[in-house]
């Protein structure tokens, strides 16, 4: 395994998940007193998981067609657009 790829997507993957709608969903239900905090932390994960699993997969077989810096320049636009969108949506 190589470490430094490793670190690199954990770093990214966690420093974008901080703060986001999911974390902010998590924190709701394990704000409830009735919801078990495992529970919680089980369902989320396994979420978090599968989602990663999808976004391999996807990863994989999309790069099998499309060029690495092609999907860098969509996932760049991807990015800038939804930003976009969000500053729009606060300005208005």
């Given at each position: 395994?190589?470490?430094k790829?490793f670190?690199t997507?954990?770093?990214t993957v966690?420093?974008a998940e901080?703060?986001d709608?999911?974390?902010l969903?998590t924190m709701?239900?394990?704000?409830d007193k009735?919801v078990s905090?495992?529970?919680?932390?089980a369902?989320?994960?396994?979420?978090?998981?599968?989602a990663?699993?999808i976004?391999?997969?996807?990863?994989?077989?999309?790069?099998?067609?499309?060029?690495?810096?092609?999907?860098e320049?969509?996932?760049?636009?991807?990015?800038?657009?939804?930003g976009?969108?969000?500053?729009?949506r606060?300005?208005a």
């Amino acid at each position: 395994m190589d470490i430094k790829i490793f670190l690199t997507i954990f770093t990214t993957v966690f420093i974008a998940e901080l703060g986001d709608k999911t974390q902010l969903a998590t924190m709701l239900f394990a704000a409830d007193k009735d919801v078990s905090k495992w529970l919680v932390f089980a369902a989320a994960a396994t979420a978090l998981v599968l989602a990663s699993a999808i976004g391999v997969l996807a990863g994989s077989a999309l790069s099998a067609y499309i060029s690495e810096k092609v999907l860098e320049c969509i996932a760049g636009v991807g990015f800038i657009a939804i930003g976009s969108f969000t500053l729009y949506r606060a300005l208005a």
